[in-house]
């Protein structure tokens, strides 16, 4: 099994074209962005991914952005998820992530909702890849594992940054939730949270070691179980972001970091992690 790294359009602050060059020079597999974006976007992007030979993850977020909108109904998360299939399905994506359903929702109806969407992508032909966000469905490991034992087939990328914020605690001691997600994972994003946020301020500081090192054991988690599953590829997006993840200096408002050096280092750190494990884990 090798694993393939994707840089993340968001939080980039050029066009598809450069993140396409910046990919390269890191000899990332790919990109990971959404279908949706201003006039000349999607040709763009697809220039870039062609120019340089690069696959494509899409993100898809339903009824709304990063937060869905409150009260949108199951309904409007499919034909939302529906329309964003079909905008990207000239691009031939290497598979789906999608942020879907509501936090807010009764865990049967987010059921109900995976269920009809897993079927959508059957329709269209296409993987997708539920993630463990907050504001969706599965916000927190609490959530996530009755959905995932009522729904065997469903597949999800693994954000486990956003359960560490929301929990309040690393996430060792939810291992049985770790371990069941690990079985349904395709995709990881490899962002570190802290017990309060989503994201350290550089998962190198010797501060945040700790940290760094709970999210590397879930990880090593989810390639064991995809080895055993017959992966001979795995996937990961260094996700460190914009919008209030990135800290920044009160007053000033300056970023303490630049995005890009953050997920270079994150990226290459687990790939030498990657490496060593894969010497003892396979």
Not at 64 to 93: C, F, M
């Amino acid at each position: 099994m090798n694993l393939m790294l994707f840089k993340t359009l968001w939080g980039h602050p050029g066009t598809p074209i450069s993140a396409a060059e910046l990919a390269i020079d890191a000899h990332y597999s790919g990109l990971e962005a959404p279908a949706v974006g201003a006039q000349g976007y999607l040709e763009a992007l697809e220039y870039s991914l062609d120019q340089h030979g690069l696959e494509w993850i899409q993100e898809i977020c339903t009824a709304g952005s990063y937060v869905p909108e409150r009260h949108a109904t199951v309904r409007d998360h499919l034909k939302d998820l529906e329309a964003q299939i079909v905008l990207g399905q000239n691009l031939n994506p290497r598979f789906i992530n999608v942020m879907g359903g509501c936090d807010a929702w009764p865990i049967q109806q987010s059921i109900a909702f995976f269920k009809d969407a897993m079927n959508l992508g059957e329709k269209y032909g296409v993987t997708l890849s539920f993630e463990t966000h907050r504001g969706r469905s599965m916000y927190c490991p609490w959530n996530t594992i009755p959905i995932l034992e009522a729904i065997p087939e469903m597949k999800i990328t693994c954000d486990f940054s956003h359960w560490v914020v929301v929990a309040e605690r690393l996430m060792d001691s939810e291992w049985d939730a770790i371990t069941l997600a690990a079985q349904h994972a395709h995709h990881i994003h490899s962002r570190v949270g802290y017990d309060q946020g989503p994201q350290v301020p550089h998962p190198g500081a010797p501060e945040y070691a700790a940290c760094l090192a709970s999210h590397q054991r879930c990880w090593e988690e989810i390639w064991r179980s995809q080895a055993e599953r017959g992966y001979t590829q795995t996937s990961m997006t260094p996700e460190f972001g914009p919008d209030g993840y990135l800290h920044h200096l009160p007053f000033t408002n300056a970023p303490i970091a630049d995005l890009w050096d953050l997920n270079r280092w994150i990226g290459e750190c687990e790939l030498a992690h990657f490496k060593n494990w894969s010497k003892g884990g396979l």
